[in-house]
Structures are given as structure tokens and as C-alpha cells.
């Protein structure tokens, strides 16, 4: 009752305040039957045209806000309590940090949940509840030179030999490239230290730290001491050495693609050669569609979601944008004729989804900050330096 | 010399006008706005339920009329405008940190604890397992939202919010779907989007006992079975989960949390006392931390002083000569570009394999510039260097020109040499122009977060250091790791580290202020 005395109050003072200003209106009440999303400006583009179709269609009003990309995720988190967030948000998957802030609220898909790839479908739950509806599935692969390296590489042993052979005949710079410099990127190594077994969390256990991944350590440091992936290589130089055929292979994913094709390197896309005698399994990334806690249409929001979001032609729609493989299974099999495509989505099938446990938050700090310290031979003992940073990590996620 | 030939009389009316019509409108506009201004904030801060912030800016605004319209205390007058501002923009910010420094406020702890309390709510509702899918109709009679189900074996019902379903007998569509039932108004879907709200709170059990379950439709078509794995008791401010009983309680710092520990998410914002202070001192990390303010002031003094030095030494050698303009605008030019993308050429050219300064400029030497890491604090300091250095290169320009030839020609003429005239008496005068430059010169490399971040985001690594700190981390590059893991944020405990930074470059500016007011006692 007082709360809403003093509203009343607060309204009574507005609208003296906007006399006194004259010109100056008090904003109105949010009472607009509009679909408010936002997004990053690429996604904009590419979801605007489909969408608005289907608002027509519906008989709804769509808006497109555009936000940073970098900013968009932890302003979605603030404005949402303050009830300034939008009805809709359009980015990474992040179920666990977005329901763990109170700020999305659960969707049921019903039988049409069967239409999803499993794995993405999972990325976007949490203890069995629905959040995400995901609509885009990418990994990192390997760009191969067909001129410097006309034959797949089986393991990485041979990628790498292919690769010095090169570039002591003069014709390349580098014998792999993968962007890790200046501070590491486990995300592009996961590929490389799966192949050795290794996984980072069994349920709520850290696993990061056993047998499998003291062995990935082991060879992380040969290479870093051979030169098979140099610590100074930052995303930048890695892309550039491959677009100007100055190295054979690049590990990268379908967000490089445009540019590669642009350069007129002739490339294939393969799967990450195994290092470590198993398949070499690189993360999975899911981009999905989250429903506001506080959305101010929530049936205009859950239609988007579990009508829009769930149509064939939507999903190919949105791939014509990203060329990302889409979570829609029958999308994904309309879209396969496209052969990198096709390449992209065979490794996927191999792909591990990133542990969405809040744990994984205290994960990737250490992680990569030891992988550069073995790569850069600043670890006396690579394998005592993997150990001690899977004490750190245990402590960081005991500390919360 | 001339006011005083004229009559004082005049002088005095001059001085003082009787207000004209034209300073009294001008006068009425600009307080005008400023209480429109005002009464438009207070209205904010009550729509939002901040009244202790409505109160506040009441307080000032009769403040701000008392002082404008009563006659005389012109010293108020003139010093208000600054105070307010003063206020606003250092005050309000530095209380406000204090405040947010006693919460848990950050990830997990994002809203009210209402807000939580409705999304576990809402997260607890789970669609009962392989239950039925039913086609449905939203009906209205009397204001009141109804469910018209029709069941996958063909049976149809009708149910509002809190009446259970019962049997009826509908009108439907050829492929045997409930549309219409008479004494109620089957709405379109635009009719439904303007109740959507509603739509979204109705509920409909499947009958009498509520532990079956009921009916939600979130898009007015389909609607399946849910049931709450939660439940809100809201006398003992509890959840209990009714399939095991288990009991969540609040557990004061933001959390329900059952007796294994176990929290739910989300948690809410709520204060925590003195927890982030105990957690930003904590008695673990205390070696390090003063292994990185050392190395911070260390960094803050060489990078003022090198950077002074440098400006100093080439504002006297270009002093007088020709072109000085030149060179001054010249040398304007690192200053002009933005710290955080010449911090990221930078860091570029200093790469130990594909760097400039190694390829080309030692040609293809490999040394670690940003690896090693004793050359990597010698490599920040001198990148702040090329930041700073026009700026006092500037400033010292400036003053050697407003320091009189005639006391450097006096003391030669007293057969001082060029260094004794120089130490004693240049140099003394510029730094009674400079010193106040210098302390706040110090205080802004103390928290430089952008060259340091930029350049090695506090690298090279030291896997050993249990805080993440790495050779180059000053401490608000630390806080900001600490602080901000990734995705995890938390505001609580790095506002506590940024109380205690302001603390420590408060009590020293406050000791430096005081050195330099020995220094202008020269004059």
C-alpha cells in the first residue's frame, strides 16, 4: 500500500515537475505493445528482416535495439531489475550467469524441442529448465593450405613435420598457427588437449588436472620449446600469416571464413589432427534467444521464441547472415549442400560443449595463464605447473 | 588612477545597480530551471522508491532558492554552483562506492530480493515429465481470463485461475479443436496480446489437488502441464522442496541455501558488512599485495619522475629556439592519440617473435620486452614515458617562459655558472609552477590502468602468485582481475579495494601537497 502511495505521490510530483519544465515531458509509463530485442549490430542485421516479416505475419510490433557487443550482456543484466531491459536478448549462450542473476525466464518448447540439436538445446538449460533457444551451433576447426599441404595431416606430429619441412624450403613462415598470444587462448587449444582425454569437469568434479591433461601438458611444453605453436602468435598474426600463405594450417572457426575466402588462399577444412592418439574434440559455441524475467510482452516474447525461432526458414535465414551451422536439425540438413558447411558441421558432430557450471567462471583464467607459462617455458616442470594450477582453480571455486 | 578621479557616488551606483527588470527575468529563468530540474529528479527518485535520494535533493533545492533569493551573503552565491558540482561528481560518487562496498552487489546477487524471490518461483515451475500436450483457447468472461483445452484424446475443458478444469461441451473445428464455449468470448489473437500479462500469471489446476499440477500457456495455443519443485513459504520466509522436504533459509548474505549449503539461484543484493574488506585484505594474499604496491609506487615515481625529467630537459633545450612551435606541436602528437590504441601498438611492436623493435629494429634479435619480467617493468615504464612526456614537456614550456631572464641574468651578472643558475634559480621557479602537476601526475600513474592493461594486461604471468598478480599488475589492474573473472562481476568487493586505494593516495597527495607548499614558500 505504501508503495503505491508514494507512486502516487511520485506521479503527482512528475507531472508538477514536467509543468514546471513545460517543454520538458516526464517520460510515459512503458505501455508500448512493442518486442523490444537487442542484440549486437551484426545479429541486427541479420535477424531484423526475418523478423519483421514474421511480426507482420503475427500482427505485432518488432523493435531492434542495437547494443555493444562487449557491454550488451552485463547491460542486459543491469537493466532488467531496473525494468529497462528489453522483452528479448540475442547472444552467447550464457544460461548459467543470465539465470543465476534473475534476469531470464524459462521457456517450454514442448514436441518441438525434438527439432533442436540436442547438444545445443542442453546449452541453453539448467537443472533440466529451458532458458536458451539456441539458433547457432560454431567450432573451431583447421584451415589447411592445399597449395603448401595438399594431403590432410593425420596426427599433429605430422602437421607440424609438414609444416617445418616448409618453412625450411623457405615457402612459410610458421609451421601451425593458432592465435594464443599475448595471454593464451584455451579456448582454440581445447581441440589439441581433448585429443589427449582430457576434459575439464565430470559433473560438478574438476577433471582438468588428471593423467590426461598432465600428458597434454607434457607436450604443450615440447611444443612450445620446438616452435610447433609459438606463445608470441596473437589472433591477428595467426590469421594474416595464413591469408598471405605464409603457414599451411590455421586453427580458427566459421568467423574467419569470409575473410579467408576473400584472400583467394586455396584452403580445406579439416578436423584438428589429434596430438595426443584420441579425436580431437574442440568446444562447441551456441548463440541463442533468451526471454526477459521482466518482459512486458510475454506472449509476444514466448511466440518468438517458440514459433519464430522454431521455423526452417528462419534458421536458413539467419545461416544466409552467419554461415554458422544451425541448431534447427531440419535447417541444418537444408543448408549441408554448402561443403564448408559441411566440413564445419562433421567436426561439430565431434564438439564438446563448454561445461555451463559457474565453477567455469574460475577455470579460465588459470588455465590459460598456465598453458602460456609452459608454452613460454617459464615452468620449471610443465606437469607440476598443470597440478598446481588445478589446486588453484579447486581453491578459486571453494573461495566462490 | 582613473576610477579615483571620478566621484565616488558614481562609482558606488556603478557597482552596485538597482536590479533591472531584464537581471530579475534572467534571474527567475535560471532558478526556474533549476527548481524544474530539481523537482524533476525528486519525482524520479520517488517513482523509484528512493526517498532518502528524493529528501536529499528537496533538501538542496530549498537550499539552492534560500541562497538566490535572500539578500545579501553574496559569497554563497558565487561559491554554490562549484559546491553543487563538487557534490554531485566527487561526493555522491565516493559515498556511493563506500555504500556499494558493503553489499554483495555483483553476479548472483543482481536484484531485489523480491525479484529473486519471484524468478526461483518462476524457475521452479517444470513441465510435468512426458506429460500431455493440450490445444487451447483463451477465453474471457467478466474480466476473467479462462484455459479452453482440448486434450490429445480429443476431450475438452474449461478451467480459470484457481477453478479446476471441468468437462464442457464446445463448439470446435472440423479437425476436432475446442473454440468456443457459449457464455464466454473466445478472444483473437490481438485481443490476446493486450492481456498478455495476465495470460502469463494465469495458472489453471487440473483439479483439486493442487499437487497434479495445472495448466499454463505462455503463446494462448498450446499448453502443457507444469508443477512447482519449489515452494515459496512466505510467513517463514522459506522454500521448501515438497518432494523431499527440503528447506532453504535465507542465510543473511544474499542466498537461500539448504543445510548441505546448497544455494538457489538467483541470489539478491543485500549488505554484507565488512566481508569484502576482510576478503580484500585477506591475510593469504598480504605478502603479495605489498609485493604489488611496491612495485605500483615504484612504477607512479619512475614514470612522473622520467616523464617530467624527459618533458624538463627538452622544454629548456627548445626553449628560445627557432621553431619552437614547431617542436611543440611535433611533440603534442603521442599525447593526442588515444593511450589505449597507442598501448595496443605498442604491445605490437614489442612482440618478442613478430615485433618491429626485434625484427627490424635489432634485426631479428628475440628479446623479451614484454616476457621477461624485470624488462617488462622497464618496458611499461618507458611506454608511460612516451605517454607522458609532452604533457610536461607542455606544462614546463609554460613555466620556463613566465620565469624572469632578469633574475638568470642577475645571478651571472653575481658570477653564478650556467648549473648554479639553473638549480638555484630555473629550475626552483618551474617547479613552484609544476609541483601540484606532479602530485596529481602521481596519483594518476598510481591508478593507470590503461597503459598497463593495454600493454601486458598485468603480464608476464606468474603461475605461483595465488592472487593472479603478474610482474607488471599495479593494483588496479589486480582489483580489476579480482574483481572481474570473466563473467563473474563483483561490485561489493571491488569497491572495497577501490575505498582502500583511495585511502592510501588520499594520506599521501595529503603528505605531498604539504612538501610542495614548502616549495612555493621560494617566492
Same mark, same amino acid.
Given at each position: 500500500?505504501?508503495?503505491?502511495?508514494?507512486?502516487?505521490?511520485?506521479?503527482?510530483?512528475?507531472?508538477?515537475?514536467?509543468?514546471?519544465?513545460?517543454?520538458?515531458?516526464?517520460?510515459?509509463?512503458?505501455?508500448?505493445?512493442?518486442? @523490444?530485442?537487442?542484440?549486437?549490430?551484426?545479429?541486427?542485421?541479420?535477424?531484423?528482416?526475418?523478423?519483421?516479416?514474421?511480426?507482420?505475419?503475427?500482427?505485432?510490433?518488432?523493435?531492434?535495439?542495437?547494443?555493444?557487443?562487449?557491454?550488451?550482456?552485463?547491460?542486459?543484466?543491469?537493466?532488467?531489475?531496473?525494468?529497462?531491459?528489453?522483452? #528479448?536478448?540475442?547472444?552467447?549462450?550464457?544460461?548459467?550467469?543470465?539465470?543465476?542473476?534473475?534476469?531470464?525466464?524459462?521457456?517450454?518448447?514442448?514436441?518441438?524441442?525434438?527439432?533442436?540439436?540436442?547438444?545445443? #538445446?542442453?546449452?541453453?538449460?539448467?537443472?533440466?529448465?529451458?532458458?536458451?533457444?539456441?539458433?547457432?551451433?560454431?567450432?573451431?576447426?583447421?584451415?589447411?593450405?592445399?597449395? #603448401?599441404?595438399?594431403?590432410?595431416?593425420?596426427?599433429?606430429?605430422?602437421?607440424?613435420?609438414?609444416?617445418?619441412? #616448409?618453412?625450411?624450403?623457405?615457402?612459410?613462415?610458421?609451421?601451425?598457427?593458432?592465435?594464443?598470444?599475448?595471454?593464451?587462448?584455451?579456448?582454440?587449444?581445447?581441440?589439441?588437449?581433448?585429443?589427449?582425454?582430457? @576434459?575439464?569437469?565430470?559433473?560438478?568434479?574438476?577433471?582438468?588436472?588428471?593423467?590426461?591433461?598432465?600428458?597434454?601438458?607434457?607436450?604443450?611444453?615440447?611444443?612450445?620449446?620446438?616452435?610447433?605453436?609459438?606463445?608470441?602468435?596473437?589472433?591477428?598474426?595467426?590469421?594474416?600469416?595464413?591469408?598471405?600463405?605464409?603457414?599451411?594450417?590455421?586453427?580458427?572457426?566459421?568467423?574467419?571464413?569470409?575473410?579467408?575466402?576473400?584472400?583467394?588462399?586455396?584452403?580445406?577444412?579439416?578436423?584438428?589432427?589429434?596430438?595426443?592418439?584420441?579425436?580431437?574434440?574442440?568446444?562447441?559455441?551456441?548463440?541463442?534467444?533468451?526471454?526477459?524475467?521482466?518482459?512486458?510482452?510475454?506472449?509476444?516474447?514466448?511466440?518468438?521464441?517458440?514459433?519464430?525461432?522454431?521455423?526452417?526458414?528462419?534458421?536458413?535465414?539467419?545461416?544466409?547472415?552467419?554461415?554458422?551451422?544451425?541448431?534447427?536439425?531440419?535447417?541444418?540438413?537444408?543448408?549441408?549442400?554448402?561443403?564448408?558447411?559441411?566440413?564445419?558441421?562433421?567436426?561439430?558432430?565431434?564438439?564438446?560443449? &563448454?561445461?555451463?557450471?559457474?565453477?567455469?567462471?574460475?577455470?579460465?583464467?588459470?588455465?590459460?595463464?598456465?598453458?602460456?607459462? &609452459?608454452?613460454?617455458?617459464?615452468?620449471?616442470?610443465?606437469?607440476?605447473?598443470?597440478?598446481?594450477?588445478?589446486?588453484? &582453480?579447486?581453491?578459486?571455486?571453494?573461495?566462490? | 588612477?582613473?576610477?579615483?578621479?571620478?566621484?565616488?557616488?558614481?562609482?558606488?551606483?556603478?557597482?552596485?545597480?538597482? %536590479?533591472? +527588470?531584464?537581471?530579475?527575468?534572467?534571474?527567475?529563468?535560471?532558478?526556474?530551471?533549476?527548481?524544474?530540474?530539481?523537482?524533476?529528479?525528486?519525482?524520479?527518485?520517488?517513482?523509484?522508491?528512493?526517498?532518502?535520494?528524493?529528501?536529499?535533493?528537496?533538501?538542496?533545492?530549498?537550499?539552492?532558492?534560500? +541562497?538566490?533569493?535572500?539578500?545579501?551573503?553574496?559569497?554563497?552565491?558565487?561559491?554554490?554552483?562549484?559546491?553543487?558540482?563538487?557534490?554531485?561528481?566527487?561526493?555522491?560518487?565516493?559515498?556511493?562506492?563506500?555504500?556499494?562496498?558493503?553489499?554483495?552487489?555483483?553476479?548472483?546477487?543482481?536484484?531485489?530480493?523480491?525479484?529473486? +524471490?519471484?524468478?526461483?518461483?518462476?524457475?521452479?515451475?517444470?513441465?510435468?515429465?512426458?506429460?500431455?500436450?493440450?490445444?487451447?483457447?483463451?477465453?474471457?468472461?467478466?474480466?476473467?481470463? $479462462?484455459?479452453?483445452?482440448?486434450?490429445?484424446?480429443?476431450?475438452?475443458?474449461?478451467?480459470?485461475?484457481?477453478?479446476?478444469?471441468?468437462?464442457?461441451?464446445?463448439?470446435?473445428?472440423?479437425?476436432?479443436? *475446442?473454440?468456443?464455449?457459449?457464455?464466454?468470448? =473466445?478472444?483473437?489473437?490481438?485481443?490476446?496480446?493486450?492481456?498478455?500479462?495476465? /495470460?502469463?500469471?494465469? !495458472?489453471?489446476?487440473?483439479?483439486?489437488?493442487?499437487?497434479?499440477?495445472?495448466?499454463?500457456?505462455?503463446?494462448?495455443?498450446?499448453?502443457?502441464?507444469?508443477?512447482?519443485?519449489?515452494?515459496?513459504?512466505?510467513?517463514?520466509?522459506?522454500?521448501?522442496?515438497?518432494?523431499?522436504?527440503?528447506?532453504?533459509?535465507?542465510?543473511?548474505?544474499?542466498?537461500?541455501?539448504?543445510?548441505?549449503?546448497?544455494?538457489?539461484?538467483?541470489?539478491?543484493?543485500?549488505?554484507?558488512?565488512?566481508?569484502?574488506?576482510?576478503?580484500?585484505?585477506?591475510?593469504?594474499?598480504?605478502?603479495?599485495?605489498?609485493?604489488?604496491?611496491?612495485?605500483?609506487? !615504484?612504477?607512479?615515481?619512475?614514470?612522473? %619522475?622520467?616523464?617530467?625529467?624527459?618533458? /624538463?630537459?627538452? *622544454?629548456?633545450?627548445?626553449?628560445?629556439?627557432?621553431?619552437?612551435?614547431?617542436?611543440?606541436?611535433?611533440? +603534442?602528437?603521442?599525447?593526442?592519440?588515444?593511450?589505449?590504441?597507442?598501448? /595496443?601498438?605498442?604491445?605490437?611492436?614489442?612482440?618478442?617473435?613478430?615485433?618491429?623493435?626485434?625484427?627490424?629494429?635489432?634485426?631479428?634479435?628475440?628479446?623479451?620486452?614484454?616476457?621477461?619480467?624485470?624488462?617488462?617493468?622497464?618496458?611499461?615504464?618507458?611506454?608511460?614515458?612516451?605517454?607522458?612526456?609532452?604533457?610536461?614537456?607542455?606544462?614546463?614550456?609554460?613555466?620556463?617562459?613566465?620565469?624572469?631572464?632578469?633574475?638568470?641574468?642577475? %645571478?651571472?651578472?653575481?658570477?653564478?655558472?650556467?648549473?648554479?643558475? $639553473?638549480?638555484?634559480?630555473?629550475?626552483?621557479?618551474?617547479?613552484?609552477?609544476?609541483?601540484?602537476?606532479?602530485? %596529481?601526475?602521481?596519483?594518476?600513474?598510481?591508478?593507470?590502468?590503461?597503459?598497463?592493461?593495454?600493454? !601486458?594486461?598485468?603480464?608476464?604471468?606468474?603461475?605461483?602468485?595465488?592472487?593472479?598478480?603478474?610482474? !607488471?599488475?599495479?593494483?588496479?589492474?589486480?582489483?580489476?582481475?579480482?574483481?572481474?573473472?570473466?563473467?563473474?562481476?563483483?561490485?561489493?568487493?571491488?569497491?572495497?579495494?577501490?575505498?582502500?586505494? $583511495?585511502?592510501?593516495? =588520499?594520506?599521501?597527495?595529503?603528505?605531498?601537497?604539504?612538501?610542495?607548499?614548502?616549495?612555493?614558500?621560494?617566492?
Amino acid at each position: 500500500m505504501f508503495a503505491s502511495l508514494r507512486k502516487k505521490v511520485g506521479v503527482a510530483v512528475a507531472v508538477a515537475g514536467a509543468l514546471a519544465l513545460s517543454a520538458c515531458a516526464a517520460p510515459a509509463p512503458e505501455v508500448s505493445g512493442k518486442l @523490444t530485442v537487442w542484440t549486437e549490430d551484426y545479429y541486427v542485421a541479420i535477424f531484423e528482416p526475418l523478423a519483421q516479416e514474421w511480426a507482420a505475419e503475427v500482427g505485432i510490433e518488432i523493435e531492434f535495439v542495437t547494443k555493444d557487443f562487449f557491454e550488451m550482456t552485463n547491460q542486459f543484466i543491469a537493466a532488467v531489475p531496473a525494468g529497462e531491459g528489453p522483452d #528479448l536478448f540475442i547472444g552467447g549462450m550464457a544460461t548459467t550467469l543470465l539465470v543465476g542473476n534473475g534476469v531470464v525466464a524459462p521457456v517450454e518448447l514442448g514436441d518441438k524441442a525434438n527439432l533442436f540439436s540436442a547438444n545445443a #538445446l542442453a546449452a541453453g538449460q539448467l537443472d533440466g529448465v529451458q532458458y536458451g533457444i539456441p539458433f547457432s551451433i560454431e567450432n573451431v576447426a583447421v584451415y589447411r593450405n592445399t597449395d #603448401l599441404a595438399p594431403e590432410p595431416a593425420a596426427t599433429f606430429d605430422d602437421a607440424i613435420a609438414t609444416g617445418n619441412e #616448409l618453412v625450411a624450403a623457405g615457402s612459410a613462415d610458421s609451421p601451425f598457427a593458432v592465435g594464443v598470444g599475448p595471454d593464451g587462448n584455451s579456448y582454440l587449444l581445447m581441440g589439441l588437449q581433448s585429443s589427449f582425454g582430457s @576434459t575439464l569437469f565430470d559433473g560438478e568434479e574438476l577433471t582438468i588436472d588428471d593423467q590426461a591433461g598432465q600428458d597434454f601438458a607434457a607436450a604443450l611444453a615440447d611444443w612450445g620449446a620446438s616452435g610447433a605453436i609459438n606463445p608470441d602468435m596473437t589472433l591477428d598474426i595467426a590469421l594474416t600469416q595464413f591469408k598471405e600463405g605464409r603457414t599451411p594450417y590455421l586453427i580458427t572457426g566459421p568467423w574467419d571464413l569470409n575473410g579467408i575466402k576473400e584472400s583467394g588462399v586455396p584452403y580445406a577444412i579439416d578436423p584438428i589432427p589429434s596430438a595426443g592418439g584420441e579425436v580431437a574434440a574442440p568446444f562447441a559455441g551456441n548463440y541463442a534467444v533468451y526471454q526477459s524475467s521482466e518482459a512486458t510482452n510475454p506472449l509476444a516474447a514466448s511466440l518468438f521464441l517458440t514459433d519464430f525461432m522454431t521455423r526452417t526458414a528462419t534458421a536458413v535465414g539467419i545461416f544466409e547472415g552467419n554461415k554458422t551451422l544451425p541448431a534447427l536439425i531440419p535447417a541444418q540438413e537444408e543448408v549441408s549442400t554448402d561443403p564448408d558447411v559441411k566440413a564445419f558441421a562433421e567436426i561439430g558432430a565431434t564438439a564438446v560443449s &563448454i561445461p555451463g557450471l559457474a565453477a567455469m567462471d574460475q577455470v579460465w583464467g588459470p588455465w590459460g595463464e598456465t598453458e602460456m607459462a &609452459i608454452l613460454r617455458g617459464q615452468a620449471a616442470d610443465p606437469v607440476q605447473a598443470w597440478i598446481d594450477m588445478g589446486v588453484r &582453480i579447486r581453491e578459486a571455486i571453494a573461495a566462490g | 588612477m582613473r576610477l579615483s578621479t571620478t566621484k565616488p557616488a558614481s562609482v558606488g551606483s556603478a557597482l552596485r545597480p538597482k %536590479a533591472s +527588470i531584464f537581471g530579475l527575468t534572467v534571474k527567475i529563468i535560471l532558478i526556474g530551471l533549476v527548481d524544474a530540474f530539481g523537482l524533476f529528479m525528486v519525482s524520479q527518485f520517488f517513482l523509484v522508491d528512493q526517498i532518502g535520494l528524493a529528501a536529499v535533493a528537496i533538501l538542496g533545492l530549498v537550499v539552492i532558492n534560500v +541562497i538566490y533569493w535572500r539578500r545579501g551573503g553574496l559569497a554563497a552565491k558565487y561559491l554554490t554552483p562549484g559546491l553543487v558540482f563538487l557534490l554531485v561528481f566527487q561526493v555522491f560518487v565516493i559515498i556511493y562506492t563506500v555504500i556499494i562496498s558493503f553489499t554483495n552487489s555483483g553476479t548472483g546477487h543482481n536484484v531485489s530480493k523480491d525479484s529473486a +524471490i519471484e524468478s526461483i518461483i518462476n524457475n521452479s515451475i517444470v513441465r510435468v515429465e512426458d506429460s500431455p500436450t493440450y490445444d487451447v483457447r483463451v477465453l474471457e468472461q467478466g474480466g476473467n481470463l $479462462f484455459l479452453l483445452a482440448t486434450s490429445p484424446d480429443g476431450d475438452f475443458f474449461l478451467g480459470g485461475q484457481d477453478e479446476p478444469l471441468k468437462p464442457v461441451v464446445p463448439s470446435k473445428t472440423a479437425s476436432g479443436i *475446442a473454440t468456443e464455449v457459449t457464455g464466454y468470448n =473466445t478472444l483473437k489473437l490481438a485481443q490476446i496480446f493486450a492481456v498478455q500479462e495476465e /495470460l502469463a500469471e494465469l !495458472t489453471v489446476p487440473l483439479d483439486d489437488n493442487p499437487a497434479d499440477g495445472y495448466l499454463r500457456s505462455a503463446d494462448g495455443s498450446t499448453a502443457f502441464v507444469f508443477s512447482a519443485n519449489l515452494v515459496y513459504d512466505a510467513s517463514n520466509d522459506t522454500f521448501v522442496d515438497p518432494s523431499t522436504g527440503n528447506t532453504f533459509v535465507d542465510n543473511g548474505a544474499g542466498n537461500f541455501v539448504d543445510s548441505n549449503g546448497e544455494e538457489l539461484q538467483p541470489g539478491w543484493n543485500t549488505a554484507i558488512g565488512f566481508a569484502n574488506y576482510a576478503k580484500a585484505l585477506g591475510a593469504s594474499a598480504q605478502v603479495e599485495l605489498l609485493g604489488v604496491f611496491v612495485w605500483t609506487l !615504484t612504477y607512479a615515481v619512475s614514470s612522473v %619522475a622520467l616523464t617530467f625529467g624527459l618533458g /624538463l630537459f627538452l *622544454a629548456i633545450t627548445i626553449n628560445g629556439l627557432r621553431g619552437t612551435r614547431l617542436y611543440r606541436s611535433l611533440l +603534442i602528437l603521442p599525447y593526442a592519440f588515444p593511450v589505449f590504441l597507442s598501448g /595496443l601498438i605498442w604491445s605490437g611492436l614489442l612482440n618478442e617473435t613478430f615485433g618491429f623493435v626485434n625484427q627490424v629494429l635489432l634485426g631479428g634479435a628475440s628479446v623479451p620486452w614484454l616476457q621477461d619480467p624485470i624488462l617488462a617493468k622497464i618496458s611499461v615504464i618507458l611506454v608511460s614515458v612516451w605517454f607522458g612526456f609532452p604533457y610536461f614537456f607542455l606544462v614546463c614550456l609554460g613555466a620556463l617562459q613566465s620565469v624572469p631572464p632578469e633574475l638568470a641574468e642577475a %645571478a651571472r651578472v653575481d658570477g653564478a655558472k650556467p648549473s648554479q643558475v $639553473f638549480s638555484k634559480i630555473t629550475l626552483p621557479l618551474v617547479l613552484v609552477a609544476t609541483s601540484p602537476l606532479l602530485v %596529481a601526475g602521481f596519483a594518476f600513474s598510481f591508478n593507470d590502468f590503461n597503459t598497463i592493461f593495454v600493454l !601486458t594486461g598485468g603480464g608476464p604471468i606468474n603461475i605461483d602468485s595465488s592472487i593472479s598478480a603478474g610482474a !607488471t599488475d599495479i593494483l588496479i589492474t589486480l582489483v580489476y582481475k579480482q574483481a572481474f573473472v570473466n563473467t563473474t562481476v563483483d561490485y561489493g568487493l571491488a569497491s572495497a579495494f577501490a575505498v582502500i586505494i $583511495f585511502l592510501v593516495i =588520499t594520506i599521501m597527495s595529503i603528505f605531498l601537497f604539504r612538501r610542495t607548499r614548502s616549495l612555493e614558500e621560494v617566492y
